[in-house]
């Protein structure tokens, strides 16, 4: 079948881009939990969904006037959590 053929409204996952992205996600998790055992400090890290360009950047700004550059140490951010 052709997703030209397919009826709509559907949702379509690329199934093996999305496992690739949560992977990425969870080994960003694992790496600051690794930080943290281990004592070490780390800049921060932001992780998010894909986004439009222009969301990531609002949702970033966000985060900006969130937090200090001193604040983000050793801190894990999901930016959709800033809708």
Same mark, same amino acid.
Not at 23 to 45: P, S, T, V
Not at 51 to 75: F, P, Q
């Given at each position: 079948? *052709? ?6 409204? /559907?949702?379509?996952? =690329? ?6 992205? +949560? @992977? $990425? ?11 943290? *055992? ?6 921060? /890290?932001?992780?998010? =969904? ?6 990531? +950047? @609002? $949702? ?24």
């Amino acid at each position: 079948m *052709r997703v030209a053929d397919l009826d709509t409204p /559907i949702l379509l996952v =690329d199934l093996p881009r999305m496992e690739r992205n +949560v @992977r $990425r996600m969870a080994d960003f998790a694992r790496e600051a939990q690794g930080y943290a *055992r281990e004592g070490r400090a780390h800049c921060g /890290i932001i992780v998010s =969904d894909q986004l439009d360009v222009g969301e990531v +950047v @609002r $949702r970033l700004t966000k985060v900006l006037g969130s937090y200090s550059a001193s604040d983000m140490i050793d801190r894990f951010v999901w930016l959709q959590s800033f809708a």
